[in-house]
């Protein structure tokens, strides 16, 4: 069973540019969960998401940023117009339905914004 | 959610126990205690959860006080490879699902 997989690794943008960060789940996966973590600093919570529905945006800056998780494909991590800071390594996280804290993570996608 | 406290750092002989101490002295009655490890530059892997009973799996055990107020993850045989930041997180399994971490434990496992 493979596991989260996020793409592309390692993303370069210059400013005022759009950024797309994919996470595809776990197989049997309905959860997905995004995190950031800017440089030196904690993992901060984004977003959670189930298919076609985003259950909680608590953690997402107001401005730029979105997030989406379609019936079918990989979930969707937008950035428009991106800053310097907003460079910084993008987790996504996937659990399966009932199991609310067993998140099993992807390898991230390290942002740099130039 | 309850709040943690973890010791900054923890150095730990290869080959030797480590011993994670988190306080969590505000947990109520249906909160979990959930540990994670971050390796460098990967993504947080999840490595055990109990509610009020010892656990134990294939990566380690997770030892919880009888009045639930602290718990140590315990590494039984630490490799190199165990260098990681550990991260103790108390929170309710069903009623929300963002993880919350704190600053968690810098542990180095030296040969």
């Known amino acids: 069973n493979a596991g989260v997989m996020q793409n592309p690794r390692h993303l370069v943008r210059r400013r005022g540019q759009e950024a797309r960060l994919r996470c595809s789940p776990m197989?049997?996966?309905?959860?997905v969960y995004w995190y950031r973590q800017l440089p030196e600093e904690g993992l901060k919570f984004m977003v959670y998401?189930?298919?076609?529905?985003?259950?909680?945006e608590s953690g997402m800056p107001k401005e730029r940023f979105s997030a989406e998780f379609p019936k079918e494909g990989p979930s969707i991590l937008r950035i428009q117009q991106v800053v310097r800071g907003d460079s910084a390594a993008y987790f996504c996280?996937?659990?399966?339905?009932?199991?609310?804290?067993?998140?099993?993570f992807g390898p991230g996608t390290r942002l740099t914004v130039t | 959610d309850a709040k943690t406290t973890q010791p900054t750092s923890m150095d730990c002989a290869e080959g030797r126990a480590a011993n994670l101490p988190c306080n969590h002295s505000?947990?109520?009655?249906?909160?979990?205690v959930y540990w994670y490890r971050q390796i460098h530059s990967q993504g947080p892997q999840y490595i055990i959860h109990g509610l009020k009973n010892n656990e134990t799996n294939e990566m380690a055990s997770l030892i919880i006080t009888e009045d639930r107020k602290s718990s140590t993850l315990i590494l039984p045989h630490a490799t190199l490879r165990d260098t990681a930041v550990y991260y103790c997180i108390v929170r309710v399994r069903w009623g929300g699902n963002k993880l919350v971490f704190g600053a968690g434990t810098i542990l180095r496992v030296k040969s």
């Open positions: 998401l189930q298919k076609e529905n985003i259950i909680d």
């Open positions: 996280a996937s659990s399966p339905p009932g199991t609310a804290y067993e998140q099993y």
């Open positions: 505000t947990i109520s009655g249906n909160e979990y």
């Open positions: 197989k049997g996966h309905s959860h």
